[in-house]
């Protein structure tokens, strides 16, 4: 978890520069969840940023009460216009001391500010990911992003219902490997995934 306020701009910028570079041809290509090809993690990104944007800001209501796995997420034609909106939005809603403290919402649970933080940093690093794989980009996720992802999912590796829900089972990594392929594993991924 994170324990000071942590700016998701550099990790946002990382993001968008992977989606920019996305062609309409590789939107229905496999990503590293079985159940979205490009165009679905997309839309992914796209509610997710929009749910944390409004948690960040205790905007309560529609966006951060939607569980996540309650629709296929998806695109609209205007995707492209509208994902580096979101994306500057949740940065800096995230950026208010204020989005760090008190509870929060978000996919309809409620939780900490400073946990919800650590949420969506996560959120941003692995799908960064999952993205950057499935096109066949180079990937630098943002430093103190992959910190916070890293600690959030060291937490929450010995849940015992965690192949429930969110993540899948620990994928066994090296403890020497980077620590991108250690966060990768902890969110139940394979760090060698191709498509």
Not at 64 to 68: I, V, Y
């Given at each position: 978890m994170t324990d000071t306020i942590l700016d998701l701009g550099p990790q946002t910028r990382e993001l968008l520069r992977l989606a920019e570079g996305v062609t309409d041809e590789q939107l229905s290509a496999a990503t590293p969840?079985?159940?979205y090809a490009v165009r679905h993690m997309l839309?992914?990104?796209m509610g997710l940023s929009v749910a944390f944007r409004d948690a960040a800001r205790k905007d309560l209501g529609a966006t951060?009460?939607?569980?996540?796995n309650a629709a296929e997420p998806d695109i609209g034609?205007?995707?492209r216009a509208e994902l580096p909106k979101v994306l500057d939005e949740l940065a800096e809603a995230w950026r208010e001391?204020?989005?760090w403290t008190g509870m929060t919402r978000a996919g309809g649970v409620?939780?900490?500010g400073a946990v919800a933080g650590a949420v969506v940093a996560d959120e941003l690093v692995i799908h960064g990911w999952d993205l950057a794989r499935a096109t066949g980009r180079q990937y630098t996720p943002d430093p103190a992003a992959l910190q916070a992802s890293y600690g959030f999912l060291r937490a929450a590796a010995d849940n015992s219902d965690r192949g429930n829900g969110a993540f899948g089972p620990v994928v066994p990594v090296p403890a020497d490997?980077?620590?991108?392929d250690r966060a990768v594993g902890l969110s139940g991924r394979d760090?060698?995934?191709r498509p």
């Open positions: 969840c079985p159940d839309g992914h990104l951060t009460d939607t569980s996540p034609p205007g995707w001391p204020a989005a409620d939780l900490p490997a980077p620590l991108l760090p060698g995934w």
